[in-house]
Nanobody, 122 residues
Framework: QVQLVESGGDSVQAGGSLRLSCTAS????????MAWFRQAPGNEREAIAV???????TYADSVKGRFTASRDKAKKTLYLQMDSLKPEDTAVYYC????????????????WGQGTQVTVSS
């Protein structure tokens, strides 16, 4: 089975920055659209960024202008650069992959990582 592993989560003050990484176990997912999700306590999982096969990205309004998603296919790694962090960004962040990007925006995916915790204090 293809596996995804997130890293880079930490505790940071409001206004700070973090970069998350998501590394795949094989090159299989280099041909898949991928996405970043987050889930805050008591909330449903939210899709915040989706990358198409050509690496073009779209973002949820809640993070647009502050977060940037990218990928390095040679390293089998997806990144999420997070700037101007706010307390409401506190959540567990997940990466995911699916051959159909519309499924990712609906919250569905063929492959999921285990998540990494991001905590933003005011």
């Amino acid at each position: 089975q293809v596996q995804l592993v997130e890293s880079g989560g930490d505790s940071v003050q409001a206004g700070g920055s973090l970069r998350l990484s998501c590394t795949a176990s094989t090159y299989t997912l280099n041909t898949f659209p991928m996405a970043w999700f987050r889930q805050a306590p008591g909330n449903e999982r939210e899709a915040i960024a989706v990358l198409e096969r050509d690496n073009s990205a779209t973002y949820a309004d809640s993070v647009k202008g502050r977060f940037t998603a990218s990928r390095d296919k040679a390293k089998k790694t997806l990144y999420l650069q997070m700037d101007s962090l706010k307390p409401e960004d506190t959540a567990v962040y997940y990466c995911a992959a699916d051959r159909f990007p519309q499924k990712l925006w609906r919250g569905s995916a063929e492959y999921w990582g285990q998540g990494t915790q991001v905590t933003v204090s005011s």
